[in-house]
């Protein structure tokens, strides 16, 4: 039998070490393990995003400065008294608001004209930008002697113009104590 070269060996040995060290450094710096990265600096900050700030609210088309029902009458007919500035930047013509009454439980107390759950009340012009309307007032929209207050749910606005705009109740500011005598909260 032939014996193996000693010096050999070893050469064969430190070359496979040193082919194994070479395969582990390459795979790691390929992987991402290993950083050359000799910089002893804090890190780059990440560029900071702004937000943009919201868009601002609408002005509102119309600013109410009373809203109070009518105390019932004998029967139970109740009115409505209503006093607005209108708030938008065009003459209006005609307001038209949508309302819904509720009485003491909560109930949704119906037109006494037309039955619907929503009356509609109209007041005609011409209201100039920022100019109020006076206390405008309804009689008979409602009978019912248990009535507490009613919402106004929209309004509709025609403008001398011929356009005409339907805003919901996030669009009506109702000015602070102006509807202190008409509270729908239970």
């Not at 050999?8 to 990265?37: D, E, K, M, P, Y």
């Not at 601002?56 to 009458?73: D, F, G, V």
């Not at 009689?139 to 113009?161: A, K, P, S, T």
């Amino acid at each position: 039998m032939k014996m193996a070269n000693p010096i050999r060996t070893r050469n064969t040995a430190s070359q496979l070490l040193l082919r194994t060290s070479i395969v582990f450094i390459t795979a790691a710096s390929l992987t991402g393990c290993l950083n050359f990265n000799f910089k002893k600096d804090a890190p780059e900050p990440e560029p900071v995003v702004e937000v943009p700030p919201p868009p601002p609210l609408p002005k509102p088309a119309l600013l109410i400065s009373q809203m109070t029902p009518e105390t019932p009458k004998a029967r139970g007919d109740v009115g409505a008294y209503i006093n607005f500035i209108n708030g938008t930047d065009l003459t209006i013509e005609y307001v038209m608001f949508k309302t819904t009454a509720y009485d003491h439980n909560g109930s949704i107390v119906r037109s006494k004209r037309s039955g619907d759950p929503n009356t509609w009340l109209r007041v005609a012009g011409p209201f100039a930008p920022g100019q109020a309307s006076g206390s405008r007032h309804w009689e008979q929209l409602w009978q019912n002697h248990n009535l507490r207050c009613f919402e106004i749910e929209g309004v509709e606005l025609i403008y001398m113009d011929g356009m005409v705009e339907f805003y919901h109740a996030d669009r009506i500011a109702i000015l602070p104590g102006s509807d202190t005598e008409n509270s729908c909260s239970l």
